[in-house]
């Protein structure tokens, strides 16, 4: 085993879609209060395209199609082409599918790949399960609005905003994007 059996990224940074499009939401590329903004963006660069040249044209027709005002389209257009440009690579068949990315956890199996609790300590010992989130992570703060104002220096036990789960790996439900069919 060596560095790159878990960090796969020496270079580009290869970016899921909904990653990509929280990043440029985030730094007001793609205004947020567009409705639907983040759906649609990440539904236009995830469809399979076999060249750039017809993935730009498809990704301006389809949100032409769901702005139909140009000072909503053209902004978002523009911008979810520059994603498609730096993240997808279609003649060469590669992209954010093809290329996961190992640090971490959230949309590739990355740390789970041996933190499943079926791998174990060279002395048999120990095993670090999935859902086991305080192994590795010290949780200062978690939920929201006021509940991310209590911090907690030893740290609380992680659960999960939407539901509770005992034994799950996060790319169950986080997947980067929609997948194909």
């Not at 990440?42 to 032409?64: D, F, G, M, N, R």
């Not at 082409?81 to 971490?104: S, V």
Request: with cysteine.
């Amino acid at each position: 085993m060596d560095c790159l059996d878990c960090h796969s990224r020496p270079a580009h940074q290869v970016m899921a879609p909904n990653d990509a499009v929280d990043v440029a939401m985030a730094a007001g590329r793609i205004d947020p209060k567009v409705p639907f903004a983040k759906a649609k963006v990440v539904a236009a660069l995830t469809q399979p395209y076999t060249s750039k040249p017809e993935a730009v044209q498809a990704i301006a027709t389809s949100l032409h199609a769901a702005y139909p005002d140009p000072a909503q389209a053209d902004p978002l257009i523009a911008e979810t082409q520059t994603i498609y440009r730096q993240n997808f690579f279609p003649e060469m068949k590669t992209g954010w599918r093809t290329h996961p990315n190992n640090i971490g956890h959230k949309d590739w199996n990355g740390c789970f790949r041996c933190h499943d609790g079926n791998h174990k300590t060279a002395d048999g010992k120990k095993t670090i399960a999935a859902s086991d989130c305080n192994s590795c992570h010290l949780i200062l703060a978690q939920g929201s609005g006021e509940q991310l104002k209590k911090l907690n220096a030893d740290g609380y036990t992680f659960f999960h905003i939407d539901s509770e789960f005992s034994e799950f790996s996060c790319t169950t439900c986080h997947t980067g994007g929609p997948q194909l069919p």
